[in-house]
């Protein structure tokens, strides 16, 4: 399989590189969601912040499909970290109950949206018959509703999917990604002010998914991490857990 035409070895950052970036903005995203008060202005622009990072993993997810040497391992993988996950997320993201902070199930992990996002794509590949095909991917969306990015995640992969190499089709997932976050998750009941300020807050929340655009585009060069590739890899699946697990123990601590 070639190499996507948008890429191009002289720019400068590699697949790493920009998973890197990612963490560091999901987890801005995640402390302005468990320590900050959600109108707060800051928080709001933590929060936009880190909408950068699930188009950047369905993006690489989708990527990572077409070159993983097993595809049963990938499978295996996303599915033992969903497991890992689940009660840090819970721990970090569990809502105040009667003044007092604990646990409780407040749905699926990121990693179980992508192991999702995994079965969209299994789906479109290996399905040949059209009315299943589009039963499975009913019920992969209908259990991402579950889950954290509801249905924007597993559309946003099966439009990398379809994109594959080309250029205009990968810039054109991530703006129909960023529409379909936005009309699913902008809270069209509250009262968020004037009609300048309401545009400019939906306009926060498709920032994040149009920069992983821009920065895929633009600065991705298709390469891994030269060095210490064994422990960037497994660094990604583990720094999900572990840091939600950080975050929602400190979060009891100073309840």
Known sequence: MGTP????????????????????????NHIANVFLEPSRLLSIILI??????APVMCCFLAEGYQYTRSKKRYAARLALFSVVSEI???LAFSEMMNG???????????????????????????IYDLPLRRMCM???LFLSLFSDWAVTAPILTFLFGKAGKDRRKTA???????GVFVLLNYPWQSDL??????????????????????????????KKMEKGKAFSKWFFYLFYPVHLLILGLIRLAVS
């Open 5 to 28: 035409n948008f890429i191009s070895a002289q720019r400068g950052l590699s697949r790493d590189s920009i998973k890197m970036l990612a963490m560091v903005t999901m987890l801005l």
């Open 48 to 53: 936009d912040i880190g909408y950068f990072t």
């Open 172 to 178: 054109l997932a991530f703006g129909i990604g960023a």
């Open 193 to 222: 002010g004037t009609l300048p300020e309401r545009l400019l807050y939906g306009a926060g929340m498709t920032a994040g998914p149009l920069m992983a655009g821009v920065v895929i585009l633009r600065l991705y060069n298709g």
């Open 100 to 126: 007092v902070r604990g646990i409780s199930f407040c749905g699926m992990n990121m990693m179980f949206t992508l192991l999702l996002c995994f079965g969209v794509l299994a789906a479109e590949e290996t």
């Open 138 to 140: 009913a019920v992969l």
């Open 88 to 90: 840090p997320y819970c």
